[in-house]
């Protein structure tokens, strides 16, 4: 009897502690991903911050490109007002094409490209545009770490009655956004 006993009472204290073991797994897992979020946020905004400045300083070259200019402004305008994730991804590739068409007409000045001011702006908005994408890779690692972990046995039997739900990966929603930018200079 006292050995029947005590097997019971180690196989609830093994259930017991994988309970918490999982339950902390998927916690810190979750935690990552809001992390993971987090980041992609500042980077976004770290890029929606340079913009101003180096569409002011394409403006004093290229002052006829006013719809690309608005183009630009509006992107902006969507990343900075966005809040889930498929707005900030919609936002983003938004932003990104934007972007390029105003690299593209840059490339049209050979003086702008010369200006200290812009090519600073230019390696420092790289420079922003590569964060992005480490963090978008982070970000997907861990959703994919998150949603692996609660659908697998046997924490996915813990997973649901504890409020885990997968996690969206961050994507490019438009195939067009996908495709390289065109950029037509005549009037």
């Known amino acids: ?16 502690l994988w309970l918490i073991l999982a339950f902390n797994a998927l916690i810190r897992l979750r935690n990552e991903v809001q992390q993971g979020e987090a980041s992609i946020d500042v980077q976004l905004k770290r890029r929606a911050d340079l913009i101003p400045n180096l569409v002011e300083t394409v403006k ?19 990343a900075l007002g966005a809040s ?19 690299f593209a007409i840059a490339e049209a000045y050979p003086q ?7 090519t600073q702006l230019q390696t ?3 420079d922003t545009e590569d964060k992005i994408a480490a963090a978008r ?17 046997p924490t996915s039997l813990i997973a649901g009655a ?9 994507r490019v929603e438009d195939d067009a956004d996908r495709q390289p930018v065109q950029v037509g200079f005549g009037s």
């Open 162 to 170: 504890f409020g885990h739900s997968p996690a969206s990966f961050y």
């Open 1 to 16: 009897m006292n050995l029947i006993l005590i097997a019971i009472v180690v196989v609830v204290v093994v259930l017991v």
């Open 137 to 153: 890779r982070y970000y997907n690692a861990t959703v994919l770490a998150y949603n692996t972990k609660q659908q697998t046995i």
């Open 84 to 102: 889930t994730l498929d707005e900030k991804a919609a936002a983003d590739g938004e932003m990104q094409a934007a972007v390029g068409k105003l």
């Open 124 to 126: 420092e908005l790289s």
């Open 112 to 118: 702008l490209r010369a200006v200290e001011s812009f």
């Open 60 to 78: 004093g070259y290229a002052a006829h490109e006013t719809s690309t200019f608005e183009q630009v402004t509006a992107a902006r305008s969507h």
